[in-house]
């Protein structure tokens, strides 16, 4: 079956411990990317990854990280989590980003202390 | 960047009616897409038409796109409870490869 998975999919924790948020896709996409998700604002990227090695920011990155070393994995990492980073993050992944459909992941809720 | 905009923000019906939700952008697109989200939940795709497209069909759904005034719609004929839950636009830029950019939704609520 193809899917997104993200892990943890509920995490508290606090201020300032670095935490990562996993996902791994099983369709071979190239391209994928992670969304903050705020109540009154919607979805807003933070970063996207074209393929292995290659990654940019989105509108939001402030504050993460993240990684592509294999093309199947690509997880978001807090360095210093802050309140301000409480949320709904889910991972997505497409064959060709924007022209194609993109799946996402179920989401992992995120609170900072 | 916000590019898609839904109206409205929220919308209630009773099961059998039809709901229509309007999605307006800024900037020329290579495509629109609408998906659905379930309460706290993943984002599921329903449904992606390009920019020369002006209507498409898909079960329940039909999603209409006039580029000229730069806004679609998404129609769910017969809705059922099931159909609860939030809708959101999103639109890919005319350059080609680019990211997708959401729309804050609509919330539908389909009372039985």
């Known amino acids: 079956e193809a899917q997104v998975t993200q892990n943890p999919r509920y995490l508290i924790t606090v201020t300032g411990k670095k935490l990562t948020v996993t996902c791994s896709q099983n369709?071979?996409?190239?391209?994928m990317s992670w969304y903050r998700q705020d109540p009154g604002l919607g979805l807003r990227q933070i970063y996207y990854s074209m393929n292995v090695e290659v990654t940019d920011k989105g509108d939001v990155p402030e504050g993460y990280k993240v990684s592509r070393k294999e093309k199947r994995n690509f997880p978001l990492i807090l360095e210093s989590p802050s309140p301000n980073q409480t949320s709904l993050y889910f991972c997505?992944?497409?064959?060709?980003?924007?022209?194609?459909?993109?799946?996402f992941g179920q989401g992992t809720r995120l609170t900072v202390v | 960047s916000q590019q898609g905009e839904e109206d409205p923000q929220a919308l209630s019906i009773q099961e059998g009616e039809n709901a229509t939700m309007n999605c307006s952008y800024k900037t020329s697109i290579n495509n629109l897409q609408w998906y659905r989200q379930n309460s706290g939940r993943g984002l599921v795709h329903l449904i992606l038409?390009?920019?020369?497209?002006r209507e498409k069909h898909s079960g329940r759904l039909r999603v209409t796109l006039d580029t000229s005034k730069k806004s679609s719609s998404l129609l769910i004929t017969a809705s059922r409870a099931a159909d609860t839950a939030s809708y959101f636009c999103a639109t890919a830029g005319a350059s080609g490869y680019s990211t997708l950019t959401f729309g804050k939704g609509t919330m539908l609520l389909v009372s039985p």
């Open positions: 369709m071979n996409h190239e391209y």
């Open positions: 997505a992944s497409s064959l060709y980003p924007g022209v194609s459909e993109a799946f």
């Open positions: 038409i390009r920019s020369n497209e």
